[in-house]
């Protein structure tokens, strides 16, 4: 298993419109091999911006890497970052193999 996080510092007073882009964009990641589940998080507030995270779990670091070199990915990221004033500067990018999952029995 694989985890992609993207961090997101959120201009103050823009989380709706950072909440927005997300629910309104095709992400196409269902037809992505590999791909297993997205969630959009929202962290804490600091003094000038709210943290979000984009969390993407994907069968291996392959799939993912794959993703990024495809048509998928360029459709799910055109036109993104357009919105200037709502970004407090560009997502920082995390990327983790998992090494022990636990799972409720």
Same mark, same amino acid.
């Given at each position: 298993? $694989?985890? *992609?996080?993207?961090? $997101?510092?959120?201009? &103050? #007073? %823009?989380?709706?419109? $950072?909440?927005?882009?997300?629910?309104?964009?095709?992400?196409? =990641?269902?037809?992505?091999? #590999?791909?297993?589940? /997205?969630? =959009?998080?929202?962290? @804490?507030? *600091?003094?000038?911006?709210? =943290?979000?995270?984009?969390?993407?779990?994907?069968?291996?670091?392959?799939? $993912?890497?794959?993703?990024? &070199?495809?048509? *998928? /990915?360029? %459709?799910?990221?055109?036109? *993104?970052? #357009?919105? %200037?004033?709502?970004?407090?500067?560009? @997502?920082?990018?995390? #990327? /983790?193999?998992?090494?022990?999952?636990? %799972? &409720?029995?």
């Amino acid at each position: 298993m $694989f985890v *992609a996080m993207n961090r $997101f510092r959120i201009v &103050k #007073g %823009k989380e709706p419109e $950072f909440e927005r882009i997300w629910a309104e964009r095709d992400s196409h =990641l269902g037809e992505v091999p #590999g791909f297993v589940e /997205f969630n =959009l998080l929202r962290g @804490p507030d *600091a003094e000038d911006h709210t =943290l979000y995270a984009s969390h993407t779990i994907w069968q291996s670091r392959e799939h $993912f890497e794959d993703w990024t &070199k495809s048509d *998928a /990915f360029r %459709k799910a990221h055109a036109g *993104a970052g #357009g919105r %200037k004033n709502v970004y407090l500067g560009p @997502p920082e990018f995390e #990327g /983790f193999d998992a090494v022990q999952t636990v %799972k &409720k029995s």
